[in-house]
C-alpha cells in the first residue's frame, strides 16, 4: 500500500508540474522563427527610422553592429560620443585615412584603435562588393547620398534588399542646411544616443539662425566665386547653389557657379572668372601633401587643417593666384578678399562653424562680435576627439 500512495502521488505531482508550465508557456508565447518581433528575453524593441531620402527602415533592434559607408562619418560618431567615437562601429570607408590624413593621424594618436577598423573601400568608386558588407554581418549601413545613388546605379542596392541588410541614407554634402540636423538625429538614432544628438543640434542651430537673421538685413550680395579644392582640380571647379556654395548664398553672398553651372557641381573657365571678377574668392583646401598631378609632380593646392601652419595657409595660397594666368588682374586678391577654408567643411557637421566665417567675410561689418577662432576651439573642446590646432580659414593679407 505504501507503495501504490507513493506512486498516485508522484502522478499527481507531474501533473501539476504540466499545467504550471503549459501556463507559463501561454502567457509567454515564442517568437516565431524569421520574425522581427521583439522577445522578452532580450528586451529588443523595434527601431523605425526615416532618412533623408524619405525612406522608412525598421530595425528589429537597437543596431550593435554598424558599417559607415563613409569613414568620415566619424565626424558625426565623435561629437556623440568623443572618448569612443568608434563604439559600435565595425567597419567604414577609406576616405578619412585617404582623403582626410590630417584629422586621421590625430585621431590615431588619442583612439588607436581606429587602425583596427576594417576599411571597406569605396561605395562612390565601386570598389566594394556586397558580399563584403553582407560578411560583416552588420545591424545596419549608413550610407551618403552620394555613395547611396551609385550604389543605387551599380545594382549594390538590390543584392543588399537581398541579403537583407538595412541601410540609411544621409546628407552633409548636397544640402548641408536642409539635411545636416536631420542626418546628426539619425545617427543619434542608430547609435542610441540622442540626446547627444540633440545637444549638437541645438549648437547648429544657434548659429544658423543668427546667420539667416543677419542675411534678411543685408541689401548687398557681394559676388563670391567659391574654388573647389584650388590647384588640386582645374581651375576652376566649383559648387552650383548647393554644398560650400549654398553657405555663401545663406550668407548674404552671389555664388557666381549659380548661373553657369547646370549640376550639383562643375568648372567654370579661367577667363569666364576674370570676365565676372568676383568680388570675394573663396578657395577651399587641405592637406594634400601626398597627392600627385597626372604628370606625376607634387600637386600644387592651398594647405589647411590639423598641423598646418598660418605661413603655409597663406603662402600657399597666394602661389595658387600667382600661378593662374590673368588672376593677377582680380580684385579680391587685391583688396584682401581672397580667403582660403578647409576642404572637409563639405562634408562634416562641423559646417555651422564655416558658415559663419563666411558670413564674415562677406558682411564683414555684421559679425565685429563673432570670435571664429573662438568658435572653432568650443566645437572641438564640445565635441571632437582632438584639439582644434591647425589653420582652417585665413586670408592672404
Known sequence: MNNRRRFLASLVVGALTTVSLAAC?????????????????????????????????????????????????LFVTSLLDKENPLDKVVAMGSDLKSNVPDFYSRLEEKVPAVKDVQDIGSIKKGDVLAETITSLNPDVLIMSLDQYKAAEASGMLQQLDGANIPYLVTDFRVKPLENTTKSVELYGKVFGKEDQAKAFNETWQTTVDRVKATTEKVSERPTVLVWRAAGLLDCCATWNDANISELVNFAGGKNIGDDVIEGEAGDLTAEKVIEVDPQVIIATGGDWSTKKTKAGDPAQFAAAGYGIDE?????????????????????????????????????????????????????????????????????????????SDGIFFVTNK
Do not use: C
Not at 35 to 63: C, F, H, M, W, Y
Not at 320 to 340: I, M, S, T, W, Y
Open 311 to 387: 605661413a603655409t595657409a597663406k603662402d600657399t595660397l597666394n602661389k595658387l593666384v600667382e600661378n593662374q594666368a590673368g588672376f593677377d588682374l582680380l580684385q579680391a586678391p587685391k583688396n584682401g578678399d581672397l580667403h582660403n577654408i578647409w576642404h572637409q567643411f563639405y562634408n562634416s557637421p562641423l559646417n555651422y562653424v564655416a558658415l559663419a566665417q563666411i558670413a564674415k567675410w562677406i558682411h564683414p561689418d555684421q559679425y565685429e562680435d563673432v570670435d571664429i577662432d573662438q568658435m572653432w576651439k568650443e566645437a572641438h573642446d564640445k565635441f571632437m576627439p582632438i584639439s
Open 25 to 73: 508557456s501561454s502567457s509567454q508565447p515564442a517568437a516565431e522563427e524569421g520574425s522581427n518581433t521583439p522577445s522578452a528575453d532580450t528586451g529588443a524593441q523595434e527601431l523605425v527610422i526615416t532618412d533623408i531620402e524619405g525612406r522608412e527602415v525598421k530595425l528589429p533592434k537597437q543596431p550593435e553592429r554598424i558599417v559607415l559607408g563613409e569613414g568620415r562619418g
